[in-house]
C-alpha cells in the first residue's frame, strides 16, 4: 500500500519561504515520478511541480517557475518543495502525490497516489 505523508506546512509572512516534504513508502520510490500539487479553497486542484524518477528533468507551472523548486532524494525516499519569495495567493492546501510512470509529467492524469496534504497560510 503507497503512502504519501506530506510535511512542512504552516503560516508565513509574505516574501517569506517554506520547504514542504513528502515521505513515500509503499512501493519502489525510485522507480516513479513524483509531483506537488495545490488547492486554494474555492478554486480547483492545480499542478505546481513534477519531477522524473532520477531528478534529471523537472517541469513547473507557470504560476510558480523561478519561486518553487521540486527536488528528491531517492535515498530517502522523500521529495520537496522549496517554496521561496511566497505571497499570499499561494496559501492553499498543498498535496504531493505519485505517478504511475517515470517520467516527468505535465498534468494531473498519471498520478494514481495523493498525500493527505498539508496546509500553507500566507500573510500579507
Known amino acids: 500500500q503507497v503512502q504519501l505523508v506530506e510535511s512542512g506546512g504552516g503560516l508565513v509572512q509574505a516574501g517569506g519561504s517554506l520547504r514542504l516534504s513528502c515521505a513515500a513508502s509503499?512501493?519502489?520510490?525510485?522507480?516513479?515520478?513524483m509531483g506537488w500539487f495545490r488547492q486554494a479553497p474555492g478554486k480547483e486542484l492545480e499542478l505546481l511541480a513534477t519531477?522524473?524518477?532520477?531528478?534529471?528533468?523537472?517541469y513547473y507551472a507557470n504560476s510558480v517557475k523561478g519561486r518553487f523548486t521540486i527536488s528528491r532524494d531517492n535515498a530517502k525516499n522523500t521529495v520537496y518543495l522549496q517554496m521561496n519569495s511566497l505571497k499570499p495567493e499561494d496559501t492553499a492546501v498543498y498535496y504531493c502525490a505519485g505517478s504511475r510512470g517515470a517520467a516527468v509529467a505535465t498534468s494531473r492524469a498519471p498520478f494514481d497516489y495523493w498525500g493527505q496534504g498539508t496546509q500553507v497560510t500566507v500573510s500579507s
Open positions: 509503499g512501493r519502489t520510490f525510485n522507480n516513479y515520478a
Open positions: 519531477i522524473n524518477w532520477s531528478g534529471s528533468n523537472t
